[in-house]
């Protein structure tokens, strides 16, 4: 693969041209980086193995870690999913409040959905993209398509068409710039099951659907917090991920802060407010603020992989991290921030 063709979406009168760009590529088994709410995503179709191939090579992913696959409709999801009867109820719900939206399902999966995306597992993790150009690839294919974040394995997940290239450039026939990513953090993902009195939902990854706006479909089972030697609680939720090139350290308490002669240290702060961070307590070389001045959760989300991104390129020897309070969006925020810092 030689050059990267970059097909601009800002134009709405322009969507159908565009989409139709995305859905030959597709059809002929290639792949495309496409824009979701979350972030960019890099597309094939669910259904040909040898595309869905071609995403593991392009990204470097282990084939142990399994696609999320996108559908266009409510009734798309039966020709990938078996829905058990004990859980129908609530699965409809859940689709009824959150799609098109940043919420994943693990639902058992039908045979016709090849076993490398779903890395041989007997489930299958479904959704439904808000974003109006992954809604219209995905209907305008009539086929399910597999998206996983359009970034090397491990790496950062891109916010914009831009992170995508530098990521991918080279590997991949085209990128569709829909500018940037309105959530700016992957979906949350859910596996559902039929409980004694309600429903449980085990978050397996926390992300734009909070616990706090799930609870009222059922009981919220969270995995324990993973440690490098456990194995992962959902396949593919290792312990060193999102990972800067530069080592990235989440620190507690500014007073373990001891900086070596010489090193030059990047700090990601949360909102920059001099009682609540450690924005002046050094003389950092670069800074980055997840929410200038404000200090809000969903603008830290939305900024995050960017913010990671700047000051990964900013040519400090380390990035220091301020945690950042650990409620609704902020649980998906730190959760990424802890694996980010293991090495
Ligand atoms: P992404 O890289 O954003 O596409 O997310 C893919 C993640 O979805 C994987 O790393 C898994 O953690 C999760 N996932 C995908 N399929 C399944 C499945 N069948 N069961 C549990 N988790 C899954
Ligand atoms: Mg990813």
Redesign the pocket.
């Known amino acids: 693969m030689s050059e990267t063709r970059i097909i601009d979406a800002s134009d709405p009168a322009a969507q159908n041209k565009v989409v139709q760009e995305a859905v030959d590529l597709l059809e002929v088994g290639e792949l495309v980086a496409l824009p979701t709410e979350t972030v960019y995503g890099l597309a094939a179709d669910a259904l040909n193995p040898d595309a869905v191939a071609k995403v593991f090579a392009v990204k470097e992913r282990p084939e142990f870690?399994?696609?999320?696959v996108h559908v266009g409709s409510f009734e798309q999801v039966d020709e990938v999913a078996e829905v058990p009867d004990d859980i129908k109820e609530v699965v409809a719900k859940l689709m009824k409040a959150h799609w098109p939206g940043p919420l994943t399902l693990?639902l058992p999966k039908k045979d016709c959905v090849p076993d490398i995306v779903?890395s041989g597992?007997p489930?299958?993790?479904v959704r439904m993209s808000g974003h109006p150009v992954m809604k219209a690839v995905v209907r305008a294919l009539g086929r399910p398509v597999a998206a996983?974040?359009a970034n090397r394995f491990g790496r950062i997940s891109p916010t914009s068409a831009s992170a995508v290239e530098k990521e991918l450039s080279g590997r991949i026939p085209a990128i569709v710039d829909g500018g940037a990513c309105r959530e700016g953090l992957?979906s949350t993902?859910i596996?559902p099951e039929a409980g004694e009195k309600r429903p449980v939902l085990h978050i397996?990854?926390a992300g734009p659907v909070t616990k706090e706006m799930l609870q009222r479909f059922g009981k919220i089972e969270r995995p324990k917090r993973n440690r490098a030697s456990e194995v992962p609680e959902?396949?593919?939720?290792l312990a060193s991920h999102y990972a800067p090139v530069t080592p990235l350290r989440l620190l507690r308490d500014f007073s373990d802060f001891k900086p070596e002669e010489g090193k030059k240290y990047g700090l990601l702060s949360y909102c920059g407010a001099e009682k609540a961070g450690f924005i002046d307590g050094y003389d950092w070389a670069h800074v980055e603020q997840l929410s200038p001045g404000n200090g809000k959760l969903a603008e830290a989300a939305v900024r995050f992989f960017y913010v990671l991104r700047a000051l990964d390129e900013s040519g400090v020897d380390e990035i220091i991290a301020e945690p950042v309070s650990e409620t609704g969006l902020g649980v998906a925020i730190m959760d990424k921030l802890r694996r980010a810092s293991v090495r």
């Open positions: 870690d399994p696609l999320i693990v779903t597992l489930s299958v993790a996983p974040s992957e993902i596996r397996l990854r959902a396949p593919g939720q």
